[in-house]
């Protein structure tokens, strides 16, 4: 079984024995078509209603932008029990890239927003997950943290990506909220 | 790259594992190809010569590439097969960067198969050799807490019967646990290498096969889903 990062499920069979499947045939009864057809419809105008209320454009929207530094040896103690980090040669502090994610957001607050850094495996970051209950942008558009990344010295690297995204509550002109992502 | 190597004057080290790709388009210099990393890690005074560069991985494996003087060919070489698959990885693409998409890429070599069949035999053994020994902890932890009932009995019992070195077995089993534990612990690190090295070979391995066989990038797609590089060795 494969399930894709896009939403693709795939169920794939190997192997040469035939399916056993006991097929039960459904007593025969009598259908109610009127029922039947009241019953889709009344599923339909819900699915329809649920579909024109997605397509409700966020009144505010919240964008995330980054920006990366140059590799720079770190400036603090970092507790590397293992020797895990990389280091410059005969330093004693390991390297790291300082990151900084920048949020962009029209609105006046966003509420229950988490931010996630995916990283890849042969990296560690200081800081994987940032939670706000409620982060008021009072008048200023940008809000930005700062984070750094270490690269590990025990594994091959595989890929680059390092991957922001963020999800929270937003808030509506006609009341209510949504939940939304970035 | 920068967090994922450095870029080190031109290395000599014996080289047993090489790729050469093969472009339709004019020898050219490998400063362009990585200008960004030349700036980002500061090392444009070690990057003179033209048509060579190395890199090194945090954990000291070199990787250098050679551009053929006379045809757009380049090749990436190793001691260690694993160290290849992220340099070939960034090359392919920044040389469709470089060319705008406007380039025929192909492998001179067969695909290297037999270095993935290689890989996941390794990975499998690890992954089996980890569950043997959860199941012999299962069985060192059945014993253990049957021991220390039976000593607990006697324990309360008014008159209790010898010990017939019930201490000694609760003793030993409690030593087996820890050391199968802790070859475990080994393991897992083991495990979490060779799923690293696995998965390093397939997005090679699939970088290689579109590049060989112009697969568009839909077939591409569906190509990662069926070979994915994914590798999650979680408790099934």
């Given at each position: 079984?494969?399930?894709?990062?896009?939403?693709?499920?795939?169920?794939?069979?190997?192997?040469?024995?035939?399916?056993?499947?006991?097929?039960?045939?459904?007593?025969?009864?009598?259908?109610?078509?009127?029922?039947?057809?009241?019953?889709?419809?009344?599923?339909?105008?819900?699915?329809?209603?649920?579909?024109?209320d997605e397509k409700t454009e966020p009144d505010f929207t919240l964008s995330i932008s980054t920006e990366m530094d140059t590799v720079e040896e770190a400036d603090e103690y970092i507790d590397d029990p293992e020797n895990i980090y990389a280091k410059?040669?005969?330093?004693?502090?390991?390297?790291?890239?300082?990151?900084?994610?920048?949020?962009?957001?029209?609105?006046?607050?966003?509420?229950?927003?988490?931010?996630?850094?995916?990283?890849?495996?042969?990296?560690?970051?200081?800081?994987?997950?940032?939670?706000?209950?409620?982060?008021?942008?009072?008048?200023?558009?940008?809000?930005?943290?700062?984070?750094?990344?270490?690269?590990?010295?025990?594994?091959?690297?595989?890929?680059?990506?390092?991957?922001i995204s963020a999800s929270y509550m937003s808030t509506r002109s006609a009341g209510g909220v949504d939940l939304r992502t970035a | 790259m920068a967090l994922s190597c450095k870029i080190i004057a031109p290395s000599n080290l014996k080289n047993t594992?090489?790729?050469?790709?093969?472009?339709?388009?004019?020898?050219?210099?490998?400063?362009?190809?990585?200008?960004?990393?030349?700036?980002?890690?500061?090392?444009?005074?070690?990057?003179?010569?033209?048509?060579?560069?190395?890199?090194?991985?945090?954990?000291?494996?070199?990787?250098?590439?050679?551009?053929?003087k006379n045809a757009g060919k380049f090749r990436i070489q190793s001691s260690s097969f694993d160290a290849l698959g992220y340099i070939v990885q960034e090359l392919v693409k920044r040389i469709n960067i470089v060319y705008s998409d406007d380039v025929?890429?192909?492998?001179?070599?067969?695909?290297?198969?037999?270095?993935?069949?290689?890989?996941?035999?390794?990975?499998?053994?690890?992954?089996?050799?980890?569950?043997?020994?959860?199941?012999?902890?299962?069985?060192?932890?059945?014993?253990?807490?049957?021991?220390?009932?039976?000593?607990?009995?006697?324990?309360?019992?008014?008159?209790?019967?010898?010990?017939?070195?019930?201490?000694?077995?609760?003793?030993?089993?409690?030593?087996?646990?820890?050391?199968?534990?802790?070859?475990?612990?080994?393991?897992?690190?083991?495990?979490?290498?060779?799923?690293?090295?696995?998965?390093?070979?397939?997005?090679?391995?699939?970088?290689?096969?579109?590049?060989?066989?112009?697969?568009?990038?839909?077939?591409?797609?569906?190509?990662?889903?069926?070979?994915?590089?994914?590798?999650?060795?979680?408790?099934?």
């Amino acid at each position: 079984m494969h399930f894709a990062d896009n939403g693709w499920l795939q169920v794939s069979y190997l192997g040469t024995e035939p399916p056993k499947l006991n097929y039960i045939l459904p007593e025969s009864k009598d259908m109610k078509y009127e029922e039947m057809e009241a019953e889709h419809q009344r599923l339909l105008s819900r699915i329809l209603a649920n579909e024109q209320d997605e397509k409700t454009e966020p009144d505010f929207t919240l964008s995330i932008s980054t920006e990366m530094d140059t590799v720079e040896e770190a400036d603090e103690y970092i507790d590397d029990p293992e020797n895990i980090y990389a280091k410059r040669e005969g330093a004693t502090n390991p390297i790291r890239i300082k990151c900084k994610f920048i949020l962009n957001y029209n609105g006046e607050e966003v509420k229950n927003l988490m931010v996630n850094i995916i990283i890849p495996d042969h990296c560690e970051v200081d800081k994987k997950v940032f939670s706000y209950k409620i982060l008021n942008f009072g008048g200023q558009s940008d809000y930005s943290e700062i984070f750094y990344i270490y690269p590990r010295n025990d594994y091959f690297p595989v890929s680059n990506e390092v991957v922001i995204s963020a999800s929270y509550m937003s808030t509506r002109s006609a009341g209510g909220v949504d939940l939304r992502t970035a | 790259m920068a967090l994922s190597c450095k870029i080190i004057a031109p290395s000599n080290l014996k080289n047993t594992n090489k790729i050469t790709i093969v472009t339709d388009k004019d020898a050219a210099e490998i400063n362009g190809f990585f200008e960004d990393v030349i700036a980002q890690l500061g090392v444009r005074e070690i990057c003179t010569t033209p048509n060579v560069m190395s890199f090194m991985y945090h954990n000291g494996v070199i990787v250098t590439v050679l551009i053929s003087k006379n045809a757009g060919k380049f090749r990436i070489q190793s001691s260690s097969f694993d160290a290849l698959g992220y340099i070939v990885q960034e090359l392919v693409k920044r040389i469709n960067i470089v060319y705008s998409d406007d380039v025929k890429i192909d492998l001179q070599d067969s695909i290297p198969l037999h270095e993935l069949f290689i890989s996941i035999d390794d990975h499998f053994e690890l992954r089996e050799k980890i569950f043997k020994g959860k199941q012999k902890l299962e069985d060192r932890s059945y014993q253990f807490r049957i021991v220390e009932k039976r000593l607990i009995n006697r324990f309360k019992d008014k008159n209790p019967t010898p010990l017939n070195n019930l201490d000694f077995l609760l003793n030993q089993t409690y030593q087996d646990m820890m050391n199968i534990a802790n070859e475990i612990l080994e393991d897992q690190k083991e495990l979490k290498t060779a799923s690293q090295n696995l998965s390093s070979r397939i997005r090679m391995i699939q970088i290689l096969l579109k590049q060989k066989f112009k697969i568009s990038d839909e077939s591409f797609e569906l190509l990662k889903h069926h070979l994915s590089a994914d590798i999650h060795d979680f408790d099934e």
